[in-house]
């Protein structure tokens, strides 16, 4: 694939050698390009390195219709005839999935495709029909994931889907993809969960009916005169080993007999540990006032962190690993519990943060209710149970009160995090629910045992705190809150510059400068080693030789390691983005 691209990081429609390269010569297109970088970031993003990243930054800018997109599909010059100016929502929704691959999202882009999915102007002069666009438009949806200002879009363009998916004529590659995009689209709407699940009983019957055929797939050069396609049998198998994986994942196929001895395929929806919790806190909901049932009811549906609701059962699993037996029946409840504990949380961190969440305080509330009834009941079976009740909620209540006296603008002297405690006391809920889980189990809240589970979590919420307040300190700042990673910039910049700068906006660009240049070394070397002091206190404890949670930890420790990689990019991007002259190329 590397040995495809131009000095540029451009591509083809053709290989380099193909004969058709001088037949039916084409300039380079942002199609071919961004489905190549696609395949190359999903293979290995270190490949794309700050070089590279200032070259495609170039074709962008080049050929963006305002800043930000959308994009032109062909890289030519500027004045080259009006058929080589194109704007294609495929050709787009590649662009924003390989944007999406390397965490960038550009708002203008995505209001180009929100609107060609939702008034069904997914069209391509290189596509032919609508599975195709709509495949490509729901995997860019998939991987920049499914917000709620998108919500709209993709229940549009799950209805545009389901309505053409059983025409008359549809091919077993139109199936594949359809069925592959409306599993894009996430839950939805239930019609399109139904419809995907049906469709993979279709698409196996249809394949063993004529196997993977080389259906079109795309638009090639016209030859005499005549339209002519592109495709090939392993396309179609690609695209149906596609299909039939998302739904086994998703749906979990099993083989059935009929009563006529013929082999079939049912499909039936999987719910997730997640989608199990979020239904009985649903439930929790029904005996609730119209308006706070609908409030609460929003509050639920927004969780899309399936870690909330997973992890006594996770941590559960670690300890049955190990010969430690807690009763069965406490986890849901435990599970349910964060949940609540999670949505309360939020609500009323915006609260104090000055954001949006005091008309959602009622909602908060009666989560808060919901959570304390739940470990007054396992209180009444353990006694340890209610003194970490209490105390953990103490050390919230606590850290909260800490930081609205210390770390709001204006401020002096600067505050110190110290051992950075307090970040972790914001969100010690999140352990209650294992801490819970051992005292069930016999262990003593004094024991060595519990402390080291207790200072597993500890170490772990910093190191997660450091990792957020590292991407969020400059808009903390502007918000008037100083958080962990912003303390260090402002010492940093107070030694360095005289303190006559009163206004955040003006000193903004020194303060990014030093976070770039110095302090995002420091923030992600404490990072790595709370991480390392977490993976450290899993060992003293009952969870020894157990990988709990080492997929969260590594990802922290990655993205600590990764972000330093990513600023020496930068200032290689920065260098060389200069260097590249203009795309545009006369035809």
Known sequence: MLAQKSERWSFNYWARAAQERITFPYPDDLDDTFAALAAIARHNNAL???????????????HEIQAGGPYRTWLVANNAPTEWQDVDPVVNSTIGYFLSLVGVQLPPLQKFLEDAGYKDQLTSPYYPGIFPAAYFLSRFYKSCGTADTARVTRVALAKII??????????????????????????????ALGVA????????????????????????????GKRCYAGASALTAAFCAEALSLAQSHY??????????????????????HDHIRSLAQMTCQALGSDL????????????????????YEFHEALYKKGILVPPDVIEPLSLANFFGWMAYDIYDDALDGEDGVPLIPCANFFLRA??????????????????FKNTMDRIDNANAWEQRHCRIPICPLPSFGDRETLADRSIGHAMGPLAMLLLAGYDANGKEY?????????????RQLHDDAHDWAEDLLRGRVNSVGVIVLKSFKEKYSADSKETMTMLPKLKKIFWEETINVAANMIIAHV??????????????????????????SGAYRAIAERDEALVFIKNYKAFPPTGAQL
């Open 532 to 557: 390392v002091a977490a993976r450290r206190a899993r060992e003293s404890s009952p969870l020894s030789g157990t990988d709990f949670m080492e997929s969260v930890l590594q990802r922290l420790a």
């Open 252 to 273: 979990g196929i099993c083989n059935n007999i009929d009563s006529a001895g013929r082999s079939t395929v049912t499909a039936t929806p999987m719910p997730t540990i």
């Open 48 to 62: 794309i390195n700050g070089h590279a990243f200032s070259a495609i930054a170039k074709i962008l800018t080049g």
């Open 451 to 463: 402390k080291s589970v207790e200072l597993f979590f500890r170490h772990y919420l910093i190191a």
């Open 371 to 388: 959570l304390t009834e739940i470990y007054r009941s396992l209180g009444t079976c353990t006694a340890g149970i209610t003194p970490l």
């Open 197 to 224: 699940a049906a469709g993979a009983n279709l698409l196996s019957a249809q394949l063993e009916r004529e196997g993977f055929l080389p259906y079109a797939f795309c638009i090639d050069p016209a030859r005499g």
């Open 293 to 312: 049932r609908a409030m609460a009811s929003a509050q639920i549906e927004k969780i899309s962190d399936e870690k909330i609701a997973t992890l006594a």
């Open 162 to 191: 389901t309505e053409r998916f059983n025409c008359d004529g549809i091919t077993t590659l139109e199936r594949a993809m359809a069925i592959s995009s409306l599993i894009n689209l996430g839950r939805v709407e239930n019609f």
